[in-house]
């Protein structure tokens, strides 16, 4: 079956400028989870959604990220005026459930790079 | 503190050699999840195998087995006779408590496997 995937897969924008990245998950799973990866280092969390509300969003940086899931399905992470250090690859996962293993399936993430 | 350390940025490993990569972890939680994950040069998260801190058996996916020592918060990731299609990132993680969701990751081990 189809992954997780992410759209664009590159975005080049300017500083101070608003970029969307969108992620559509697994079919059917009900977590969704986004990740920012700098280069170098391991994923950091920003914000996991539980169908369609954020259940914990610990890791957005400041008020210039947002992300929504409306429908439960779809997610778009929005990030105002952007600055260089927000760029970065930015990795989305989706789960099946709550219970077990709970394994978290990434996308292919979308490289933002901020000139 | 480092939730999660991985202390080898790098492994160099010889073809059909057995590999171990370090992973330590820190959290006062009693129930936890330890994940190792593989990034090949196309970004991808590949999930490879899963321990949980109630798990008495070391757990094992082919030629992955994870060398889980609770005592000394170690769960370094085994990889038997190495091949060529080995050379990638890998990350600890770490899903700490029952309800978090999130993955909190090291900073990675870049291995690679020479012919």
């Known amino acids: 079956g189809a992954g997780v995937s992410q759209t664009p897969s590159n975005k080049v924008t300017e500083k101070g400028k608003y970029v969307e990245l969108r992620c559509d998950p697994i079919s059917g799973h009900t977590a969704l989870y986004w990740y920012r990866q700098s280069l170098g280092q391991g994923p950091e969390f920003l914000i996991y959604?539980?169908?369609?509300?954020?259940?914990?969003d610990s890791g957005l940086p400041n008020d210039r990220f947002f992300a929504v899931r409306p429908e439960g399905s779809v997610s778009t992470l929005k990030i105002q005026r952007t600055e260089r250090g927000d760029s970065a690859v930015y990795l989305c996962?989706?789960?099946?459930?709550?219970?077990?293993?709970?394994?978290?399936?990434f996308g292919p993430g979308t490289r933002l790079t901020v000139l | 503190a480092q939730k999660i350390t991985q202390t080898q940025p790098g492994m160099f490993v010889q073809e059909k050699e057995a590999v171990t990569l370090d992973c330590t972890y820190d959290t006062s939680d009693q129930s936890y999840g330890l994940f190792w994950y593989k990034q090949p040069s196309s970004g991808e998260m590949i999930f490879l195998i899963y321990q949980g801190s109630y798990d008495e058996q070391n757990a094992t996916e082919g030629r992955y087995s994870l060398n889980f020592q609770k005592a000394r918060k170690s769960a370094n990731l085994v990889i038997s006779a190495s091949q060529l299609g080995d050379s990638a990132m890998y990350f600890c993680a770490m899903r700490e408590g029952r309800g978090a969701q999130k993955l909190v990751f090291g900073q990675g081990t870049r291995l690679t496997i020479n012919p």
């Open positions: 959604f539980q169908g369609t509300g954020a259940a914990d």
């Open positions: 996962a989706s789960s099946p459930r709550l219970a077990g293993i709970n394994e978290q399936f």
